[in-house]
Structures are given as structure tokens and as C-alpha cells.
């Protein structure tokens, strides 16, 4: 097994808000895994609040590189546990690495990698599109400018409700909220049943990811589903989440890629969860893997290539949310770097 990366800087098209900050550029990590002349690619985008930089991703990869390098490839699931031992407090890491590794699995076997799986993509869930937060006006500009039909909207300030009931009044599209854990208890009891007669189909995290007493008493009051972001990170959350959330969003950089993500699927499906699987601004090479869990999910936010001003590969498309494959193989993309070229 050879390794290689790229990190990449990527311009949103618009400044991008949430409750927890503003950001314009989406930093990123692309890896190339080579095995036996057949490469594969994975991508870890930088999340400030997880305290994961690019720049972390490449110490802790180059610091441990050969052994990345020496282990000897068979199939993904054996070598995400390697991986996962390898490095144990970057996740983010682990999933580029895991992602890149299905990606050669599928092109050994000839097959997409939701054709591996057994996967149908003819009922495939629609992609939202998110609208950070702004002034009603830039909000309302920003939605049609990509008439599409489900938003997911981002919540988490005084002007939440008025924010929303200008989108409504501009569209009949399906509409989603995300408080990124913004809300307390008081404010979300509030304002759920207003987003109810906005015609709002459900909440992610409300509460602060550790308020499992808050989120109790709102599992029980909402009239809304609610599903967790934040309060679930790993595969141990997806329980926790029982009782006090209707359903999970499954982000692969912080669950640590594919292999324990197709897990936490398992395991919501067991437990009766909603399952959705979100993005985290990942450019087309991360959107593919998520794109490839459709079959087997109730809702998916895989907007990042929609976002971002740049992309660096190819090989998914985006149509009114509905989403297209290529006839490659793994996951069916041409990584081109910024200028269009083929890199490697």
C-alpha cells in the first residue's frame, strides 16, 4: 500500500453560518491510497469545534506512514480496525483512509460500492440543501437562487422563527431545521410548535449535546421528530440516542468513515431510529461515499459540492436533489484536484 494527500482550502460560494461560527473557506484533506496500481481516494474536511485541523491530519499521518503503508490489504472492514488502533484520537483521519480503502475494494470487485452492498438506489432519499443563517432577505436570496425541494435550514438565533417564515412565504418545499445544539429546553418548547404551523418536518439538535435530561423532556413534548447531530458522534451514541431523539444524523468524518457508519445504520434500524446521513462541507470525493449509504437511509444532506465554490473531483450530479452515479467503479469518481487535472 502506497499513500499520498492533498489539502485543499475550499471557497464557499457564500459566507457559510451556523450557531457556531462563520466561515467562507471549507480547509480539507484529500487521500490517495495505492494498491497494487489501483487507487483509491478519501477526503476529511477540518472542523474547528472538533479541534481536527488539516494540518493534524498530515502530522499524525506522516508520523505514522509506514505502518499505514505496510498493512496488508485484503478487505476494508480488517483494515479500519487497523486503522482505528493506528489512530485512535484522529477520526477524521481514519475516515479519509477508510474511504480511500473502499474505494479500491470496489474497483477490485468491479462494482459500484452501493452494488457491493446489495443497495437499490431506486428509491433513493432526495438531498437537501442548506441555507445558513443571514438576514431574512439574504435568506430568501440564497434559497432562490437554487430553487430545489427540501432546505435545510440553520437555526439558532433570536430571528429563528422570523427567518423561517420568510422562506416559507417564498416556497412550498419541504423545510428542515438545525439549531447545531443551539437551543435550551424552554426555547425549543417554544419554538417547535411555531416551526410545526411553518410546516417545518423535522428538528436536528436542539439541545446541547450532553442535555440527554432536556432532551428527554422534549422527546416526550415535541411535536416534531427530532434527530441528533452532535449528541451522536460514534457508534456507541447511536443507544443513547434511544428515548430521547426520534432519529441519528451519521456524519463519516466524525463516526470515523464507512465501515463503522454502515453499523450505526444497523443499529438504528434495530432500534426503530430514523436514520439520516449529513455532510460536513465535504467536496464530491466525501459526498461520493455518502451518496453510495443512500439506499439504505430515510434522508441524506450531502450538499458540500452544492456550497462550495470549488470541488476537486467528479463523478456524482446533483438533479432538483435527485442523485446521479457514474458507471465507475468503488466510488465512481475522477479526482482532479483544483485545475481539472488528474493529480496522481
Same mark, same amino acid.
Not at 452492498?117 to 437562487?145: F, Q, S
Not at 426555547?187 to 439538535?205: D, S
Not at 431523539?245 to 457508519?261: D, E, M, Q, R, V
Not at 449529513?278 to 439504505?296: C, D, K, Q, R, W
Given at each position: 500500500?502506497?499513500?499520498?494527500?492533498?489539502?485543499?482550502?475550499?471557497?464557499?460560494?457564500?459566507?457559510?453560518?451556523?450557531?457556531?461560527?462563520?466561515?467562507?473557506?471549507?480547509?480539507?484533506?484529500?487521500?490517495?491510497?495505492?494498491?497494487?496500481?489501483?487507487?483509491?481516494?478519501?477526503?476529511?474536511?477540518?472542523?474547528?469545534?472538533?479541534?481536527?485541523?488539516?494540518?493534524?491530519?498530515?502530522?499524525?499521518?506522516?508520523?505514522?506512514?509506514?505502518?499505514?503503508?505496510?498493512?496488508?490489504?485484503?478487505?476494508?472492514?480488517?483494515?479500519?480496525?487497523?486503522?482505528?488502533?493506528?489512530?485512535?484520537?484522529?477520526?477524521?483521519?481514519?475516515?479519509?483512509?477508510?474511504?480511500?480503502?473502499?474505494?479500491?475494494?470496489?474497483?477490485?470487485?468491479?462494482?459500484?460500492?452501493?452494488?457491493?452492498?446489495?443497495?437499490?438506489?431506486?428509491?433513493?432519499?432526495?438531498?437537501?440543501?442548506?441555507?445558513?443563517? +443571514?438576514?431574512? %432577505?439574504? &435568506?430568501?436570496?440564497?434559497? /432562490? !437562487?437554487?430553487?430545489? =425541494?427540501? *432546505?435545510?435550514?440553520?437555526?439558532?438565533?433570536?430571528?429563528?422563527?422570523?427567518?423561517?417564515?420568510?422562506?416559507?412565504?417564498?416556497?412550498?418545499?419541504?423545510?428542515?431545521?438545525?439549531?447545531?445544539?443551539?437551543?435550551?429546553?424552554?426555547?425549543?418548547?417554544?419554538?417547535?410548535?411555531?416551526?410545526?404551523?411553518?410546516?417545518?418536518?423535522?428538528?436536528?439538535?436542539?439541545?446541547?449535546? +450532553?442535555?440527554? %435530561?432536556? &432532551?428527554?423532556?422534549?422527546? /416526550? !413534548?415535541?411535536?416534531? =421528530?427530532? *434527530?441528533?447531530?452532535?449528541?451522536?458522534?460514534?457508534?456507541?451514541?447511536?443507544?443513547?440516542?434511544?428515548?430521547?431523539?426520534?432519529?441519528?444524523?451519521?456524519?463519516?468524518?466524525?463516526?470515523?468513515?464507512?465501515?463503522?457508519?454502515?453499523?450505526?445504520?444497523?443499529?438504528?434500524?434495530?432500534?426503530?431510529?430514523?436514520?439520516?446521513?449529513?455532510?460536513?462541507?465535504?467536496?464530491?470525493?466525501?459526498?461520493?461515499?455518502?451518496?453510495?449509504?443512500?439506499?439504505?437511509?430515510?434522508?441524506?444532506?450531502?450538499?458540500?459540492?452544492?456550497?462550495?465554490?470549488?470541488?476537486?473531483?467528479?463523478?456524482?450530479?446533483?438533479?432538483?436533489?435527485?442523485?446521479?452515479?457514474?458507471?465507475?467503479?468503488?466510488?465512481?469518481?475522477?479526482?482532479?484536484?483544483?485545475?481539472?487535472?488528474?493529480?496522481?
Amino acid at each position: 500500500m502506497k499513500v499520498n494527500y492533498w489539502p485543499f482550502n475550499l471557497k464557499f460560494r457564500h459566507p457559510f453560518t451556523i450557531s457556531k461560527g462563520t466561515k467562507t473557506h471549507q480547509p480539507t484533506l484529500v487521500v490517495e491510497l495505492e494498491h497494487f496500481g489501483i487507487k483509491g481516494y478519501g477526503e476529511a474536511p477540518a472542523i474547528t469545534y472538533y479541534n481536527i485541523t488539516v494540518d493534524k491530519m498530515i502530522a499524525d499521518l506522516e508520523a505514522r506512514k509506514p505502518f499505514v503503508e505496510k498493512f496488508a490489504f485484503t478487505d476494508p472492514d480488517r483494515y479500519w480496525h487497523y486503522l482505528h488502533h493506528l489512530f485512535p484520537h484522529n477520526p477524521f483521519l481514519v475516515c479519509a483512509l477508510d474511504m480511500a480503502a473502499w474505494d479500491i475494494y470496489g474497483k477490485i470487485k468491479g462494482k459500484l460500492l452501493y452494488q457491493l452492498w446489495g443497495g437499490d438506489i431506486a428509491n433513493n432519499p432526495v438531498c437537501d440543501y442548506t441555507i445558513g443563517i +443571514d438576514t431574512p %432577505e439574504k &435568506m430568501v436570496t440564497k434559497m /432562490k !437562487e437554487l430553487p430545489w =425541494p427540501i *432546505y435545510k435550514i440553520k437555526v439558532g438565533t433570536a430571528d429563528d422563527i422570523a427567518n423561517v417564515r420568510a422562506l416559507r412565504e417564498n416556497t412550498d418545499a419541504v423545510l428542515r431545521v438545525d439549531a447545531n445544539a443551539a437551543w435550551d429546553v424552554d426555547t425549543a418548547l417554544k419554538l417547535i410548535p411555531q416551526l410545526k404551523e411553518l410546516g417545518v418536518e423535522l428538528v436536528e439538535q436542539p439541545l446541547a449535546k +450532553d442535555d440527554w %435530561e432536556g &432532551m428527554k423532556i422534549l422527546y /416526550k !413534548e415535541s411535536s416534531l =421528530p427530532l *434527530y441528533a447531530d452532535e449528541a451522536c458522534v460514534a457508534e456507541e451514541d447511536v443507544e443513547k440516542c434511544y428515548g430521547h431523539f426520534h432519529g441519528i444524523n451519521i456524519k463519516l468524518t466524525k463516526c470515523s468513515g464507512i465501515t463503522p457508519a454502515r453499523r450505526m445504520i444497523e443499529t438504528a434500524r434495530k432500534l426503530g431510529l430514523g436514520i439520516m446521513v449529513g455532510s460536513m462541507n465535504e467536496s464530491t470525493v466525501g459526498s461520493a461515499a455518502i451518496a453510495h449509504l443512500l439506499p439504505f437511509i430515510d434522508h441524506v444532506d450531502m450538499d458540500g459540492p452544492l456550497l462550495l465554490e470549488e470541488d476537486v473531483a467528479t463523478g456524482i450530479g446533483y438533479d432538483y436533489g435527485r442523485i446521479s452515479y457514474s458507471d465507475a467503479p468503488g466510488l465512481g469518481i475522477k479526482f482532479t484536484g483544483l485545475f481539472g487535472k488528474t493529480l496522481s
